[in-house]
T-cell receptor, first 110, second 115 residues
Framework: GQNIDQPTEMTATEGAIVQINCTYQ??????LFWYQQHAGEAPTFLSY????GLEEKGRFSSFLSRSKGYSYLLLKELQMKDSASYLC???????????FGRGTSLIVHP | GAGVSQSPSNKVTEKGKDVELRCDPI?????LYWYRQSLGQGLEFLIY????????KSGLPSDRFSAERTGGSVSTLTIQRTQQEDSAVYLC?????????????FGPGTRLTVL
């Protein structure tokens, strides 16, 4: 089985940087995704990591350490529109079904 | 290039009634997933279809839940004898293939309310 842990809620100030952590325990590992979900909307893809290291994409970056079972999503130059839930999802080895964390609700305030 | 569509967007039903939820995946996507999301909760996996293979039904919470995927495209999730605890947003997602590394594209969801 799998277990995904991420903080329930975080708050940050507009223009700041925030790091959302995700830890996972899986039987094997085959990739980790981050999705963004605004209230009342469907999740949308942000990033994918399968190898160790940092993947940068504009204001958003995602990091993975397979040996530690750890990932983070880094959001820079926060904007009010970044207020959303951020979902971490991991695939265990050989599985076609990702396990999602409960999501981290990020509140960006002026 | 339409995305994943779902219908209806909202469904209110009475306890004990049957409901059918529909999902149209992105054309060419062989993998299709159904999830359930309750308020403030993560995504709960329900069922997975890959091409014409037998579906993975391991996430279905009870035998009141069933799903079909016709012609490797459109899928219908059926909930029989609905209960109040079935109230949730039901999300459908598709991806090019079902393996890790393939991002999922989600539909807007169907909000089900069982009175």
């Amino acid at each position: 089985g799998q277990n995904i842990d991420q903080p329930t809620e975080m708050t940050a100030t507009e223009g700041a940087i925030v790091q959302i952590n995700c830890t996972y325990q899986t039987s094997g590992f085959n990739g980790l995704f981050w999705y963004q979900q605004h209230a009342g909307e469907a999740p949308t893809f942000l990033s994918y990591n399968v190898l160790d290291g940092l993947e940068e994409k504009g204001r958003f970056s995602s990091f993975l350490s397979r040996s530690k079972g750890y990932s983070y999503l880094l959001l820079k130059e926060l904007q009010m529109k970044d207020s959303a839930s951020y979902l971490c999802a991991a695939y265990s080895g050989g599985s076609y079904i990702p396990t999602f964390g409960r999501g981290t609700s990020l509140i960006v305030h002026p | 290039g339409a995305g994943v569509s779902q219908s209806p967007s909202n469904k209110v039903t009475e306890k004990g009634k049957d409901v059918e939820l529909r999902c149209d995946p992105i054309s060419g996507h062989t993998a299709l997933y159904w999830y359930r999301q309750s308020l403030g909760q993560g995504l709960e996996f329900l069922i997975y279809f890959q091409g014409n293979s037998a579906p993975d039904k391991s996430g279905l919470p009870s035998d009141r839940f069933s799903a079909e995927r016709t012609g490797g495209s459109v899928s219908t999730l059926t909930i029989q004898r609905t209960q109040q605890e079935d109230s949730a947003v039901y999300l459908c997602a598709s991806s090019r293939r079902g393996s890790g590394g393939n991002e999922q594209f989600f539909g807007p969801g169907t909000r089900l309310t069982v009175l």
